[in-house]
C-alpha cells in the first residue's frame, strides 16, 4: 500500500499562527459544508517520503466519529515527484512555504513515487463540530419540496411493461452524491452539497407528515456496451478443433474505456440505515423500485467501485456492470412507519410484534401484522433465516390469531427449522390444532427445487440433523408429533422423488461421490422416521434401496456408513445388502483374455451401434476410424460420461483425421478392486449389523 517512513506522533510538536483559524474557515466553505459549523483538526501523523518511495490510490478510514475530511501538510523542502493525485488534480508540494490541500474522507487519492530529495507532510483528521442540520424551514423550497413528496405518495405507480397503474409507492429513496462509510453516516456529518439537501428535505418531510432517516445504498447498473479495441468478428470464425475455452476472459473493466450506450438494468438496496427509534446504524436488507428512487445526480455520473465487463459472446455479452455506494434520505408517510421499517427489518418487526401483544395490545399487533402482507412474501430471503424463524414462531403464538399466525410463518423455509425451536413450534400446534399445522409443513417446501444431479442441495445437511429435530418437537405433545411426522414424510418425498430417477444408469465415479454424500441425509431420514414409527416412509426407503442396480446399491451402502452401528429401521437395508454383495461375489471372475465392455444404453445411432460392437467384442482391444469432428466428440463424449476404461486420441493426419479407441488394463484393475471392496463391505455388515453369514 505505502512506503514511507511516519515519525511517532509523540515526537511532533505543532504550534499554529491564528490565521490558521481563517484557513480552516475558508477550507470549510470550499467544503460545502455550513457556515454555523466548525472544522477542528487533530494532528494524526508525520510522515517523511525518501526518494523511490509512494503511496497507492486509497480512501482515508474515519479515525474518528466526527471526521469528515483530511487535511495534508506539505512542509517546505526541496524534491520532485511525490505529487499528492486526487480524482481530477494534481498537487505539489513548495521549497519554501507550506502548502495545504483539504478533501472528503470519501475521495481516493494518492502519493506519486519521490523522484530526488525529501518529501515531508503532516496529516490531519478534520473534524467537524456543530449542527450541520440547523433548521431550514424559513427556506421557500422547502413548502415545494413537501408538496412533492405528497404527489409522489398519491400518485399510482405505472406497471412495468404495462400501462396499467399499480398502488402509489410507499417511500422514497433520494440518494446523495457523496459517498459514506457505515460509521460515518450521520446527520451532522453530512458533506458538500449533501448538507443543503439533507436539511431541505428533513424540514420539508416534517411539514408532509412524513418520517425521515439516513440510509447507505448498493447500487449496481448494467450498461449496454462495447470496448472500441475488441474485434467481434473473431467470435464468427470457425477453425477444425478449436476449443471455446481456449478464448481469453475479457476481463475487469477496471483500467479500461468502454463505449456505454443504453442502460439496461438497474438495481438498488438498502443495506444500513439509522434506525428511526433507536438512532443507531442498523443491518438491513431493502430493495428497492425504480419509482422509488430519485435522484440530483445520476450515478452513472459517479465513480464506480467495481466494474466488470462482459465481451461479445455470439449471441450475448457486450455489458458493462458497475457497482456503486451512495448514501439515501429515506422518507415515508407517517402513518406507513411500521410497514416501511418492516421491510428493511423483518426481525425488527416481529420483535415488536410479540413485545406489543404481549402488553396487552393484541389487536393493535394483529393490525399492525396485516399491513405487512403485501410485502411479507419476500421475508424468506433475507438474511438470519433460522433466527427469523423463530422470533416468527413467537409472534405468531403471541397474536392469538390462526391466519396472521400463518402469514407470519408463509415464507420461510422448512429447512430453517431447528430443534431450540421445538417448544415454539409445539405451542402452536397445540393452539392451533392439526390442521393447521398440517399446512405450515406444506407451504415450508414449496421452495425445494432439484439442483445438482436432480436433488435439492439446500436441505441435505438439515436431513442429517433431522432426528435430533423430530426428538425435539415430539418430545413436547401429541399435537406436535403429528406435524413431526408430516415434516417426516415430506422430507422423505422430497428425497426419494428427485434420488430415484438418477438410481439408473452405470456407477462412475462422480456418481459414486454423489451418492456416498447423499448417505448421511438418507440415513437422517430413516432413522426419523423409524424414532416416530413411520412405517410408510420405512417400507418406502427399503424399496428404494431394493432398486436393481449399482447405484441403489451404493446409495444403500452409503446409507448404512452413514449409520454407523446396528439401530432400529436399519436391518431389512442391511440384510439387502449383504444378500446382494453374495450374488455378486459368487458371479464368476474376469477371465484374463476377455477385453469386452458393456456400453451403457443411451444412444442408439449408428457410430454408437459400431461403438458397442467394438467394446463389446472379448478380443479386439483396438479401433481405428477416420471421423469428422462433430463425431469424433460424440464418441468422446459416450466413453468419458460412462468412464470406461478406454483411451481415445485423435491421429491429426489426412482428412478427417483418425479417432484411435485402446482398451486399457482398467478395466481388469477395477473389477478386482471392485471385488475387494465388496470383501471388505461384507465383513463390515457381518461385524457390526450382524448379518448372518
Known amino acids: ?115 530526488t530529495g525529501n518529501r515531508v507532510t503532516l496529516t490531519y483528521n478534520l473534524l467537524l463540530t456543530g449542527d450541520s442540520q440547523a433548521a431550514a424551514a424559513e427556506n421557500p423550497l422547502v413548502s415545494e419540496l413537501a408538496a412533492g413528496l405528497l404527489t409522489h405518495f398519491a400518485t399510482p405507480v405505472v406497471l412495468p411493461y404495462s400501462s396499467r397503474r399499480g398502488e402509489p409507492p410507499t417511500r422514497l429513496a433520494y440518494l446523495l452524491d457523496h459517498e459514506y462509510t457505515a460509521r460515518g453516516l450521520s446527520w451532522s456529518r453530512l458533506k458538500g452539497s449533501d448538507t443543503a ?33 475488441e474485434d467481434e468478428d473473431a467470435w464468427y470464425g470457425h477453425h477444425e478443433d478449436e476449443d471455446p475455452d481456449d478464448y481469453e476472459n475479457p476481463g475487469s473493466a477496471d483500467d479500461k474505456q468502454y463505449v ?18 433507536t438512532g443507531r446504524l442498523e443491518d438491513i436488507s431493502l430493495d ?14 459517479l465513480t464506480p467501485y467495481s466494474s466488470e465487463y462482459e465481451g461479445y459472446m455470439g449471441n450475448y455479452g457486450n455489458t458493462l456492470d458497475r457497482w456503486y455506494r451512495r448514501a ?89 427449522l431447528v430443534p431450540p425451536h421445538g417448544p415454539a413450534f409445539a405451542a402452536l400446534a397445540t393452539h392451533y390444532g392439526d390442521t393447521w399445522t398440517d399446512g405450515l409443513p406444506r407451504h415450508w417446501t414449496e421452495g425445494w427445487r432439484p439442483g445438482s444431479y436432480g436433488l435439492a442441495q439446500a436441505p441435505l445437511e438439515w436431513f442429517e440433523d433431522l432426528p435430533q429435530l423430530c426428538a425435539a418437537l415430539s418430545a413436547e405433545g401429541n399435537a406436535s408429533t403429528a406435524a413431526t411426522r408430516r415434516i417426516v414424510e415430506l422430507s422423505w418425498t422430497m428425497f426419494a422423488g428427485q434420488v430415484a430417477p438418477a438410481l439408473d444408469g452405470p456407477l462412475t465415479s462422480r456418481r459414486q461421490a454423489w451418492l456416498t454424500a447423499l448417505g448421511a441425509p438418507c440415513s437422517g431420514i430413516i432413522a426419523a422416521a423409524a424414532g416416530l414409527g413411520s412405517t410408510g416412509v420405512l417400507a418406502s426407503a427399503h424399496k428404494l434401496a431394493r432398486t436393481a442396480g449399482d447405484r441403489a446399491h451404493a446409495l444403500a451402502m452409503a446409507t448404512l456408513r452413514a449409520a454407523g452401528t446396528r439401530q432400529r429401521g436399519f436391518d431389512e437395508l442391511a440384510l439387502y445388502c449383504a444378500d446382494r454383495i453374495r450374488t455378486l461375489l459368487a458371479q464368476p471372475q474376469r477371465p484374463p483374455g476377455d477385453w469386452s465392455i458393456e456400453l451403457p444404453t443411451g444412444c442408439a445411432c449408428e457410430l454408437c451401434e459400431t461403438l458397442g460392437t467394438f467394446l463389446r467384442d472379448p478380443e479386439r482391444r483396438a479401433l481405428d476410424r477416420p471421423l469428422a469432428k462433430d463425431m469424433r466428440r460424440h464418441v468422446h463424449a459416450r466413453i468419458d460420461e460412462a468412464e470406461l476404461p ?48
Open 1 to 115: 500500500m505505502r512506503d514511507t517512513w511516519e515519525i511517532p506522533k509523540e515526537l511532533v510538536r505543532v504550534e499554529w499562527t491564528e490565521a490558521f483559524t481563517t484557513v480552516l474557515d475558508g477550507m470549510r466553505a470550499e467544503l460545502g459544508l455550513p457556515p454555523h459549523c466548525r472544522l477542528m483538526p487533530e494532528l494524526h501523523s508525520m510522515l517523511l517520503y525518501e526518494t523511490g518511495q509512494f503511496f497507492v490510490p486509497h480512501q482515508d478510514p474515519e479515525k474518528d466519529d466526527a471526521m469528515v475530511a483530511t487535511l495534508v501538510v506539505s512542509l517546505p523542502s526541496a524534491h520532485t515527484g511525490g505529487e499528492l493525485v486526487g480524482r481530477t488534480k494534481k498537487y505539489r508540494g513548495l521549497k519554501t512555504a507550506v502548502s495545504l490541500v483539504a478533501f472528503y474522507s470519501d475521495c481516493r487519492h494518492q502519493v506519486l513515487p519521490v523522484k
Open 197 to 229: 439537501r439533507g436539511a431541505l428535505l428533513r424540514a420539508a418531510a416534517e411539514r408532509a407528515g412524513c418520517e425521515i432517516t439516513l440510509a447507505l445504498a448498493e447500487i449496481q447498473e448494467t450498461w449496454d456496451a462495447y470496448d472500441p479495441d
Open 260 to 277: 456505454l450506450q443504453d442502460l439496461i438494468e438497474t438495481s438498488t438496496t438498502l443495506a444500513h440505515w439509522i434506525g428511526p427509534e
Open 288 to 301: 428497492l423500485s425504480d419509482a422509488e428512487v430519485a435522484s440530483t445526480t445520476p450515478t452513472a455520473d
Open 328 to 416: 439515501a434520505l429515506v422518507i415515508w408517510p407517517r402513518g406507513q412507519g411500521f410497514a416501511s421499517r418492516a421491510e428493511a427489518s423483518p426481525g425488527w418487526a416481529l420483535d415488536e410484534l410479540a413485545t406489543t401483544a404481549r402488553a396487552g395490545k393484541t389487536g393493535e399487533a394483529r393490525e399492525a401484522a396485516r399491513s405487512l402482507e403485501s410485502f411479507w412474501h419476500a421475508a424468506g430471503r433475507y438474511p438470519g433465516q433460522t433466527e427469523l424463524v423463530g422470533k416468527a414462531l413467537e409472534a405468531a403464538r403471541e397474536l392469538d390469531d390462526a391466519q396472521v399466525a400463518a402469514m407470519l410463518l408463509r415464507p420461510f423455509a422448512l429447512e430453517r
Open 646 to 693: 478406454v483411451h481415445h486420441e485423435t491421429r491429426r493426419q489426412g482428412r478427417p483425421y483418425t479417432l484411435v479407441l485402446t482398451k486399457t488394463e482398467a478395466l481388469f484393475e477395477r473389477e478386482r478392486l471392485a471385488r475387494e471392496r465388496h470383501q471388505a463391505d461384507l465383513a463390515w455388515l457381518t461385524h457390526e449389523w450382524k448379518v448372518s453369514t
